[in-house]
């Protein structure tokens, strides 16, 4: 979970039940649709303060990107999202640029970063970047669906950097395995080893790989509801209809347990061009 969910407090939910176990169903309805009413756009997740809590990785990434960017003459920040990592920087380059492939997260972005002198490229995930060979000496990226190395590598210029964090193997995969079920292969997926492997074959340097497994909180359904709209690769086509007496045994193990434990993955990774 790529967010930032805000401290621990009890989050504001009846959890009174009745004789017919009505209002524990309005409850439960109640909840369902809190989430599924809540703006999903943009990469902030404040709407989760109070529902939800997830531990941060040690390294500080948005103070490491900050550091680097302090240094860097020119700037690519990869899959923005809604700009929001990015626009904490206090200084850019001359040159900085960030792309984003999802509409809505792009007019999001360039509201956020053109103010700041950074310009928002709308652009497919998929390569060819548009950009020229070794137009960057910093490329960034924080939690991208897709990492393509050699594109990467092609507008690194000579000695450049590339830092990101990385969601790892099986980030969240308690909620959606709960919702779909075992999912062995996919578990496999994203293996910090196996993308500095690739980012090698690429022909960069791999500097630093760091790893984190942390926890989170869900203290209601609509926070998972929250996160699975948002989060829409998570469980692909979800619709709270179609998971709805799933969603129950989950609200229902919430009220017995005070909350549903998940877990993130997240790597760092550096990679350079070598000059
Ligand atoms: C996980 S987001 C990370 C954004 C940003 N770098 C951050 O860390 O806050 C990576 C990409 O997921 C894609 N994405 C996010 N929400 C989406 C949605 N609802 N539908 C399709 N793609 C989405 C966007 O292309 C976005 O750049």
Do not use: C
């Not at 020119?74 to 960030?98: I, K, M, N, Y």
Request: charged share 25%; net charge negative.
């Amino acid at each position: 979970m790529p967010g930032h969910p805000g401290p621990t407090r009890n989050a504001p939910l009846v959890r009174h039940m009745g004789h017919d176990g009505s209002m524990a169903h309005d409850a439960f309805a109640a909840l369902l649709d809190e989430g599924a009413r809540a703006d999903v756009t943009g990469w902030d997740f404040t709407w989760l303060d109070g529902r939800a809590t997830e531990e941060r990785p040690p390294w500080g990434y948005a103070r490491l990107l900050g550091e680097r960017l302090g240094r860097a003459s020119a700037s690519l920040d990869l899959q923005t999202g809604g700009g929001e990592v990015l626009a904490e920087a206090a200084r850019f380059p001359p040159t900085a640029v960030a792309t984003e492939s999802w509409p809505p997260n792009v007019a999001h972005a360039t509201r956020l970063l053109h103010p700041r002198g950074v310009a928002v490229v709308a652009t497919p995930d998929d390569p060819p970047l548009p950009f020229g060979d070794a137009a960057f000496d910093l490329v960034t990226s924080r939690h991208p669906a897709t990492v393509h190395w050699r594109e990467i590598a092609r507008v690194l210029r000579l000695g450049g950097t590339y830092l990101a964090q990385h969601v790892g193997p099986a980030s969240g995969f308690e909620l959606i395995e709960f919702l779909l079920g075992p999912q062995p292969e996919a578990r496999r997926r994203r293996d910090p080893e196996a993308e500095a492997d690739a980012a090698r074959s690429a022909g960069l340097e791999v500097i630093d790989v760091r790893t984190a497994r942390l926890r989170i909180e869900l203290l209601d359904v609509a926070a998972a509801v929250y996160l699975l709209r948002k989060l829409v690769w998570w469980v692909p086509g979800f619709t709270v209809e179609e998971y709805r007496a799933r969603l129950h045994d989950l609200h229902k193990q919430i009220e017995a347990d005070g909350a549903f434990v998940a877990h993130s993955t997240r790597h760092l990774i550096e990679a350079r061009r070598p000059a």
